[in-house]
Nanobody, 123 residues
Framework: QVQLVESGGGLVQAGGSLRLSCAAS????????MGWYRQAPGKQRELVAT???????NYADSVKGRFTISRDNAKNTVYLQMDSLKPEDTAVYYC?????????????????WGQGTQVTVSS
């Protein structure tokens, strides 16, 4: 069983900062990609940022320069530092991870999602 647990969401005024954390636990052989997605009311879920095990990072254009993604491989944890927050950043933020698990000593890739954490930015 693999579980992703997010934390760090909350209410903040425009221009403020928040840091989200997502820790993966359970039967994990390795984690290739970890990332963050978000879903605002009335919108589809969209990519925010991803980071690969080797360190390659991808950001959505809307957050580039304001958000910073990082990971601690030893802790199986990914972080999202959000600065200069805007009301349009308001959404439920979901952690995502592509995880390799062993089944009878054979590796299989699985996609996992966290439950989401609410981020609300007031004007």
């Amino acid at each position: 069983q693999v579980q992703l647990v997010e934390s760090g969401g909350g209410l903040v005024q425009a221009g403020g900062s928040l840091r989200l954390s997502c820790a993966a636990s359970g039967s994990i052989f390795s984690i290739n990609i970890m990332g963050w997605y978000r879903q605002a009311p009335g919108k589809q879920r969209e990519l925010v940022a991803t980071i690969r095990s080797g360190g390659r990072i991808n950001y959505a254009d809307s957050v580039k320069g304001r958000f910073t993604i990082s990971r601690d491989n030893a802790k199986n944890t990914v972080y999202l530092q959000m600065d200069s927050l805007k009301p349009e950043d308001t959404a439920v933020y979901y952690c995502n991870a592509e995880i390799t698990q062993l089944v009878a000593e054979v590796p299989y890739g699985y996609l996992h999602w966290g439950q989401g954490t609410q981020v609300t930015v007031s004007s």
